[in-house]
């Protein structure tokens, strides 16, 4: 993580979890972390607590593109721009896809996969800009993006970890092709003791259930991120994926 000193991180979803793991991991590590959530107070209590280690909070909704643009565009001016993206945003709403919710649905792919594209469009264009060329962005998709679920519920928020699956190949072969040594990673986690549990239309799949399973934790996926960032710059890691030990697929 040496040549991350003093470099500025854009990590989404920052507020808790699998986000504030990450943020605080790379603000430790020496990175200058702008963390973007929609509750941006509960990012300033965790800069308190590691102070002076250096993590700023940005109020930012990614499904709404004036909330990235203005962020990017506040973390160039203020910061003099990004040089890693993790997209850790996300949220799931039990759906079936027989019967379920248009606005349940619309709300996954808006943040899942909408979100996450606006903010990598804002991070490359920012460092083809300022000729950045060992930027790294990394999506925190899911095993959810690989496989698809055996629970009926989860469906569609599979469909939008496999959109992830694609779309970070796809920006790879986009960077290689515009002759960037900008590299692309995903982390596609099994099951994490995380809040994403606690919020939406949750009936089957509620915190109680799910964490009676085999499960990791946030710092385990925030590890997984260092890792990734201190392979030497010849090394592109695609994907990793994790799984709680005793994970029965």
């Given at each position: 993580m040496q040549r991350w000193q003093g470099r500025v991180a854009v990590v989404t979803g920052a507020s808790a979890g699998i986000g504030a793991a990450i943020a605080a991991s790379l603000a430790k590590a020496g990175m200058v972390v702008v963390g973007f959530a929609r509750r941006p107070e509960l990012v300033e209590e965790q800069a308190k607590a590691l102070a002076p280690a250096r993590l700023v909070a940005r109020q930012c909704d990614v499904s709404q593109e004036a909330d990235v643009k203005a962020s990017f565009a506040w973390?160039?001016?203020?910061?003099?721009?990004?040089?890693?993206?993790?997209?850790?945003?996300?949220?799931?709403?039990?759906?079936?896809?027989?019967?379920?919710?248009?606005?349940?649905?619309?709300?996954?792919?808006?943040?899942?996969?909408?979100g996450l594209s606006l903010c990598t469009r804002e991070a490359v264009t920012d460092m083809k800009a300022r000729g950045v060329n060992d930027g790294h962005i990394i999506h925190i998709n899911s095993v959810a993006g690989h496989v698809v679920s055996n629970r009926p519920g989860f469906l569609m928020y599979s469909a939008s970890k496999h959109a992830v699956t694609a779309l970070a190949e796809g920006i790879r072969k986009e960077l290689v092709a515009d002759g960037t040594r900008i590299r692309v990673s995903s982390i596609s986690p099994g099951?994490?003791?995380?809040?994403?549990?606690?919020?939406?239309?949750?009936?089957?799949?509620?915190?109680?259930?799910?964490?009676?399973?085999?499960?990791?934790?946030?710092?385990?996926?925030?590890?997984?991120?260092?890792?990734?960032?201190?392979?030497?710059?010849?090394?592109q890691v695609n994907d990793i994926i994790l799984k709680p030990t005793g994970t029965r697929f």
């Open positions: 973390v160039r001016a203020a910061l003099g721009g990004v040089d890693v993206l993790v997209n850790n945003a996300g949220v799931i709403n039990e759906s079936r896809l027989s019967d379920g919710d248009l606005d349940g649905w619309r709300h996954m792919m808006d943040v899942n996969v909408l099951l994490v003791k995380s809040d994403i549990f606690s919020y939406g239309n949750m009936k089957e799949l509620t915190p109680d259930k799910m964490f009676g399973e085999d499960y990791m934790e946030p710092q385990d996926i925030a590890d997984a991120v260092v890792y990734v960032l201190g392979t030497p710059e010849r090394v």
